[in-house]
């Protein structure tokens, strides 16, 4: 009953353009608005704009986009985006009749403290607090804050479908192997991610049963991650924030070999 497309942005980014039955378009992200611009010859017609966290590389295009078209901007209650017109928080629906299309709006704090996601028709738009096989960094938020948002996108459906910002799956792919070189899950997830990559295409979306098998950051309550975790910190966490906050750590100085 709809469409989406990802329309790659700045370095790495990922737009995600989400259309209806009747046509109309939903934009999620905008870290730059000529993407979007450049498809209106393929009879592009939005009707909102959802954001998922301030930062720029996310709605650096979303003012521009909303004149243009005309269109409401859907944002976190976060005075650093000036160009919301309706602001979001933690339970609500957002009904978007013109695209068909409707969403219920999660508040996941961690790698900002206002960030959202928009969860609906199975897919969840997750900004940058899950990636594929990753998550985001902690810029405002705690340990445990940014867990139990983990936890709380873990708990979606199986087949929930993933749809992040960032094109990271093969970077985040090669710390979760020195995390869980023995996982099967990720040896096969890897094989996939670099033949969608060879081919040019996109490595998401992803299901959420498959990043609970592999995403190290979703498996802090798994032996062989609290154990790889001990044996790179050289003693043992306390409990599963702290696997998590010790993991979160080991990642931000990684690189790979």
Known sequence: MFQLVALPALNDNYIWLMTGSNGRSVIVDPGEAAPVLARQDSGLSPCAILLTHHHPDHIGGAAELAEHFGIPVYAPDDARISCADVRVAEGDAIELPDAGLTFSTMHLPGHTLSHVAYVGHGVAFTGDTLFSLGCGRLFEGTPAQMLASLQRLAALPDDTQIYCGHEYTLANAAFAQVVEPGNPALVER????????????????????????????????????????????????????????????????????
């Open 190 to 257: 890897l094989a996939q991610a670099r033949a969608a990559r060879g081919q040019g295409q996109p490595t998401l979306p992803v299901s959420i049963a498959s990043e609970r098998a592999t995403n190290p950051f979703l498996r802090c309550d798994q032996t062989s991650v609290a154990h790889a975790v001990a044996r790179h910190c050289g003693s043992d966490p306390d409990d599963e924030v702290a696997t998590f906050a010790a993991l979160r750590a080991w990642k931000d100085g990684f690189r790979a070999a």
